[in-house]
């Protein structure tokens, strides 16, 4: 029983006074920014990300945590109240959830919401509890060519399944890979790319990327098409709590979205749209209350709600085994591990043993706490709706711009502020991805010292790429991804 | 810079709302940003003596995938693929384009190059906030002003606290 020990370590961390209180602190601001529009976890995290300086690892990692999962909670209340999804992943809940809001049922679809979000956060916690360490253990056999093909995949699957076309997920995810080679090569320490600038020799950092796509795109992009018409908020009405009935109707779609979304979640590209949709689907197949669905089943609540929180625990699998990010908020995750000169992966889990488990013990913690937060007080929560968005939208680009000046006080990374944010501008504009840019930049250099250490180690034999048996099997399944699809529509034009 | 080659091309073809039908300058744009990268990337060693492979493979690679990439889309464009513009929840796709809050919301980003250094972060945010601001329908500029200086000195000591370099508070006047 050493993961139980572990475990019981990492509660002794985790309920410190001060990481309790840094759980409280992110999980309040979590559940702020998963209600405001404009301001998503990835953002959040990376303008908290100078903090890193001034904090424990185990603190800042505790409050990002608690950040990650306060924006599930909060994202659902503004789909359920105001058909407004926060974030991509409670777009289902706003399908039905709204419908029972203005029928009156807004109550009883914040509680299986919220209720339905803690037992799936809490069932996938204890899933990653003990999915971690056997992964991490079996991640201690891994070879520089496993780790390439693991990416190799990661790219293939996150530019298949993200975006609107394939085209357009690998355009995403080249630019990311592009920008990722600007700098100094770390393993001969030439220049690339630099056109002779000093200040780029350190490379673009991940976070004024990340800034410049998600606060700096959106404020242009919704400034250009802004709807001032704020949506009507549908009145909490009903019992605060829910019925018998109700209960009986959502338990079982809270197991059935923990099943689907825990593991979607720890696959790359998936991220929490792809398990909801999924959970949604599969309510509505298995419901004796068909007639109510598109009427407000409380069913279409409860699944994609618990669905969209075990993803949340799902994208730390691999980002905590093996270093891995597989959506946006895992790649600043990582980025904030690598400022703490951490490598997430399987020696973490014995060289640092009191940060891992104290994260892992503070999602238990930091879960009861956001149901306690949200639901009583879901009241004084949607007030936060009342700030004016010309100021919330102008608040956000302060402190987007703090984020990036605090970096390193250069007006170069403020010049790349103003061209990536017009970039993240024309790809809202023309519909194309944007999580696979931070992917492709994060993951791009890791990819590369993978192949390099791998090809080097082989004397320059490109099969050595697939000479163990898990690099074989990752790379066909790359090529099937890539391939299947057209394969099979050559062969339904032929058929 | 990622995004050179749209730059060149960004003036005059997204205005047209909800978007243009035939945004060949994309494409272009990427197949221009890749001949960048895979002529910066030829000029570096593509191996090395005990490597097997050089820094300029990974640059040479992701150049020739974005000017493939490129070169697909405008085939696609050309074929007549839709982009239809995003939905957010403070904005709607299928809105024609407000140039003038654009701009104003643009120039509040392109403020900061220009002020940082001389003027400092406090006075720099409070402009930006004023003119974001604007550029989303305020009219009220006092009470912005006074807002926007209330959050960026708030910010500015918060962040000073813990441990950012944000430089002086209005260089100007030395402190």
């Known amino acids: 029983m050493e993961t139980f020990e572990l475990l019981l370590h990492g509660f002794s961390v985790a309920l410190q006074p001060t990481n309790l209180m840094w759980a409280l602190v992110g999980s309040v601001l979590g559940t702020a920014i998963g209600i405001l529009p404009g301001i998503g976890p990835a953002l959040t995290i990376a303008l908290l990300l100078p903090v890193t300086t001034a904090l424990a690892p185990t603190s800042a990692f505790i409050m990002f945590a608690g950040i990650l999962y306060g924006a599930m909670y909060g994202g659902s209340t503004t789909s359920i109240l105001l058909n407004t999804p926060g974030e991509a992943g409670s777009m289902m809940t706003a399908l039905e959830g709204n419908k029972m809001a203005r029928a009156g049922r807004g109550a009883a679809a914040l509680a299986t919401a919220a209720i339905g979000s803690f037992v799936a956060g809490t069932i996938?916690?204890?899933a990653l509890t003990f999915a971690a360490p056997a992964v991490a253990e079996l991640a201690f056999y891994f070879k520089p060519t496993d780790y390439f093909a693991i990416t190799a995949l990661a790219f293939c699957s996150v530019a298949v399944v993200m975006g609107t076309s394939r085209t357009r997920g690998f355009v995403s995810l080249f630019l990311g890979i592009a920008i990722g080679v600007i700098g100094i090569d770390t393993m001969t320490g030439q220049p690339r790319l630099t056109f002779g600038n000093m200040q780029l020799l350190r490379g673009i950092a991940l976070t004024v990327v990340l800034v410049s796509l998600f606060a700096v795109g959106e404020i242009l992009y919704v400034a250009s098409r802004y709807r001032s018409t704020p949506g009507v908020m549908a009145p909490i009405k009903g019992q605060l709590w829910m019925t018998k009935q109700d209960f009986a109707r959502s338990w079982k779609?809270?197991?059935?979205g923990t099943a689907i979304g825990f593991p979607m979640g720890a696959l790359p590209g998936?991220?929490?749209?792809?398990?909801?949709?999924?959970?949604y689907t599969l309510e509505r197949k298995l419901t004796k209350y068909p007639e109510e669905f598109g009427k407000g089943a409380i069913e279409g609540v409860a699944g994609p709600e618990a669905a969209n929180n075990a993803a949340a625990a799902g994208i730390l699998v691999p980002l905590l085994t093996l270093g891995l990010p597989t959506s946006a908020t895992a790649a600043v995750l990582l980025a904030a591990f690598q400022n703490y000169g951490l490598q997430p992966g399987p020696f973490l889990f014995t060289s640092n043993p009191a940060l891992i488990w104290g994260l892992i013990a503070s999602l238990y913690v930091g879960n009861v706490m956001l149901l306690v937060l949200n639901l009583p007080l879901v009241g004084i929560w949607v007030q936060l709706l009342r700030i004016p968005r010309p100021q919330l939208y102008a608040g956000i680009l302060v402190f987007a711009m703090i984020g990036v000046w605090g970096l390193a006080g250069s007006w170069v990374d403020l010049t790349i502020m103003l061209v990536v944010g017009l970039g993240g501008y024309v790809m809202r504009v023309y519909d194309f991805p944007i999580a696979p840019v931070l992917i492709g930049l994060i993951l791009g250099p890791m990819a590369e010292t993978q192949l390099r250490t791998a090809l080097a180690a082989?004397?320059?034999?490109?099969?050595?790429?697939?000479s163990t048996p898990l690099s074989a099997i990752l790379i066909t399944l790359a090529v099937l991804l890539l391939a299947l699809p057209i394969l099979l529509k050559r062969l339904r034009a032929n058929a | 810079m990622s995004t050179d080659g749209r730059n060149t091309t960004e003036g005059g073809s997204p205005a047209a709302a909800p978007a243009s039908p035939k945004p060949y300058w994309i494409g272009i744009g990427l197949m221009v940003m890749g001949a960048v990268w895979l002529y910066n990337g030829f000029g570096l060693p593509q191996g090395a003596r005990y490597a097997a492979v050089g820094p300029g493979l990974f640059v040479t690679l992701a150049g020739g995938g974005l000017l493939i990439?490129?070169?697909?889309?405008v085939l696609q464009i050309w074929r007549g693929e839709s982009f239809e513009a995003q939905d957010a929840e403070d904005a709607d796709g299928s809105t024609k384009m407000?140039?003038?809050?654009?701009?104003?919301?643009?120039?509040a980003v392109a403020l900061p190059i220009v002020t940082m250094g001389p003027l400092g972060m406090p006075f720099t945010a409070t402009?930006?906030?004023v003119l974001v601001a604007n550029a989303f329908g305020s009219r009220r500029w006092l009470l912005d002003l006074i807002c926007g200086l209330i959050l960026a000195c708030a910010a500015w000591f918060l962040f000073k606290q813990l441990g950012l370099q944000l430089g002086r508070f209005f260089p100007p006047l030395g402190v």
């Open chain 2, 69 to 73: 990439l490129g070169a697909i889309l």
């Open chain 2, 127 to 129: 402009l930006s906030f």
């Open chain 2, 98 to 107: 407000d140039k003038r809050a654009f701009l104003t919301a643009l120039v």
């Open chain 1, 253 to 256: 779609p809270w197991l059935r």
């Open chain 1, 270 to 279: 998936s991220g929490s749209e792809i398990p909801t949709m999924l959970s």
């Open chain 1, 458 to 466: 082989g004397q320059g034999n490109p099969m050595v790429l697939v």
């Open chain 1, 124 to 126: 996938a916690t204890l």
